[in-house]
């Protein structure tokens, strides 16, 4: 049995070191969350009160669940979520759930969008409308769920083909990104939130507009080094598809091509694909969509007209992580 004060202190660092890895490999941070799983199972038995070791399960396996989504594992990840939300039902029926119901709400959030991935539509807006609900009976209403139930939200409208809802959740996800509390902490939220509303734009075929922005979230990130793997590629995919169909559409108005741009794009995307493959696996559905985008472009000729870019999943989850409070922190 592990002593009381290491087995926690490990447990909380294993914890930390496959959060930090999700942005590395989502299969790392299994294999970190794994680690962590069973630190916890051998912890002393004295170490957490019954409710603690049930907030420290709940932040295990909601974790799991998101590294299992990111790595495009579906069915694992909704097994975990469905355990992370007994485990955080179980605490709110108890009244040990947090103040703002972060660790529920979150959850439910999380689950929606791996729902959304799994084309479970009608699951995906139950959960929403709940964790929505729950928000409203908040105490202190978390600013970091509320922003991450609008995105995912969006997420929701977007695969209904319901764009100018998708773009107005991710309006109001973005606004409350930009506040000065969350804007460095969820500076990758606010990338997605951008990355969601660049792929709405161009459905509704406002190029310029999706130029714009995805400029601006190509510009930001580039001066930065905390963004992940998944963030950065996404934000230089979207720079040079935007430039792209802006190209597409001059061309349609009988402006000659500029094949040395389509080609320094067709390089940009080429580089997405290869680190979407280093960083995901080559039949990972990322690396797949980036391989189909580059593809389309060849030695400087842009795609046919019937050709459309396939825009990358970048969910803005993860908000039940943020509840640690629960969790003592020294023994």
Not at 235 to 263: F, P
Request: charged share 20%; aromatic share 6%.
């Amino acid at each position: 049995m592990i002593a009381r004060t290491t087995g926690f202190r490990a447990f909380v660092m294993s914890m930390t070191n496959a959060e930090a890895a999700m942005s590395k490999s989502p299969a790392a941070a299994v294999a970190a969350l794994s680690h962590a799983q069973s630190l916890l199972s051998n912890m002393h038995p004295t170490a957490l009160s019954a409710s603690k070791q049930s907030h420290a399960q709940r932040w295990v396996h909601n974790a799991l669940g998101i590294a299992h989504h990111l790595a495009a594992d579906w069915d694992e990840a909704s097994s975990e979520f469905g355990i992370a939300l007994e485990l955080a039902e179980h605490l709110a029926q108890r009244g040990d759930a947090h103040d703002a119901y972060v660790d529920l709400v979150g959850v439910l959030i999380d689950s929606a969008a791996n729902d959304i991935c799994c084309d479970d539509m009608n699951g995906a807006e139950t959960k929403l409308k709940r964790g929505a609900y729950m928000l409203k009976r908040a105490y202190r209403p978390s600013h970091v769920a509320r922003a991450s139930l609008l995105h995912v939200e969006g997420l929701l409208h977007s695969a209904r083909a319901q764009h100018d809802e998708a773009l107005s959740k991710y309006n109001s996800a973005f606004a409350l990104l930009s506040r000065p509390a969350l804007s460095s902490a969820f500076s990758a939220w606010t990338q997605a939130a951008m990355a969601a509303t660049v792929s709405s734009l161009l459905v509704k075929g406002e190029h310029q507009a999706a130029a714009r922005l995805a400029d601006s979230a190509a510009a930001s990130i580039s001066t930065s080094e905390e963004h992940d793997v998944r963030t950065h590629c996404v934000a230089v995919a979207n720079y040079a598809i935007t430039q792209v169909e802006c190209l597409r559409e001059r061309a349609r108005s009988g402006e000659q091509v500029d094949h040395g741009k389509v080609k320094a794009f067709e390089k940009e995307l080429a580089h997405v694909s290869l680190r979407f493959a280093e960083h995901l696996g080559a039949e990972h559905p990322e690396t797949q969509k980036a391989e189909a985008n580059y593809s389309a472009l060849k030695d400087g000729t842009l795609p046919p007209v019937t050709f459309t870019f396939q825009s990358h999943w970048l969910p803005a989850i993860g908000a039940g992580l943020t509840d640690k409070i629960a969790l003592p922190e020294g023994d």
